[in-house]
């Protein structure tokens, strides 16, 4: 008896430092993970057909969460998006630039984001996304058509010099080549953006990483990953969550 009341206390502690110290979910409810859009700066409440998107931001035209207007705006060197210069060490190079721009039609035009948007408190978005699993192709030629660019930081998202109303280099930090700041492509997918991309081991087609570059007439891949991940979600709970927790049920259901 005396153990079995151990025991429980044990459980009763576990529960308590699983609900207490866990960092609180801030992910969408399982309904709401699929063709959804985040609650950011530009992105439209819901997401839609948008048949006149530019360019680069047209693969996601059949349904999209960026509106015509926006999609223009990714296209140039400083937008009224975030006032954001490419070329804040130089001229990037146009195969680099391909890719920026691809990012950000990507960030502002998918509905396939759900699974990893997170809540934050900042003044310009109240929703983000963390560690989309970028499939690794894409990042590899995003590293390698980036290598003769400059830039100055390793974090785009935080650390400029904005007094001039656009991003400019902190004093001291250096316009080094690419790989300077970036090693590998893990490090430039997985750093840049503090964390918005996760570089994934699969391969484009595979089902299970999200495509920055697809051929809309083949369809959207991205919409079966963003199924996948959010069946996968939906089945965790607090013993998955917590193995200290599941360990101890157990004992207690033997004793």
């Not at 430039?188 to 087609?205: A, D, M, P, Q, T």
Request: aromatic share 10%.
């Amino acid at each position: 008896m005396a153990q079995r009341i151990t025991i429980q206390l044990l459980l009763l502690l576990a529960w308590v430092a699983a609900v207490g110290g866990a960092r609180t979910p801030t992910v969408r409810a399982r309904t709401e993970l699929l063709n959804v859009c985040m609650d950011a700066k530009h992105h439209k409440e819901k997401p839609g057909p948008e048949d006149k998107l530019h360019e680069q931001c047209r693969p996601w035209r059949k349904n999209a969460c960026c509106s015509t207007n926006t999609s223009q705006e990714a296209h140039k060197d400083v937008s009224y998006l975030y006032n954001f210069n490419w070329n804040h060490c130089g001229e990037m190079a146009p195969a680099c630039k391909r890719h920026f721009i691809q990012d950000t039609c990507l960030y502002e035009c998918s509905p396939n984001l759900g699974p990893w948007i997170q809540q934050v408190d900042q003044s310009w978005r109240k929703e983000r996304v963390l560690d989309v699993p970028l499939c690794k192709e894409d990042c590899e030629q995003w590293w390698k058509d980036c290598n003769t660019s400059k830039t100055c930081k390793s974090n785009w998202h935080k650390g400029w010099n904005w007094t001039s109303g656009s991003n400019k280099c902190p004093v001291g930090a250096a316009c080094l080549p690419f790989h300077s700041y970036f090693p590998t492509p893990t490090a430039l997918c997985n750093e840049i953006w503090s964390h918005s991309f996760k570089v994934s081991n699969y391969s484009r087609g595979s089902g299970r990483c999200i495509q920055m570059w697809f051929d809309p007439d083949q369809g959207n891949p991205n919409e079966e990953v963003a199924r996948f991940y959010a069946a996968a979600m939906s089945g965790a709970g607090p013993w998955a969550a917590c193995p200290v927790l599941l360990s101890l049920g157990l004992l207690w259901l033997l004793s």
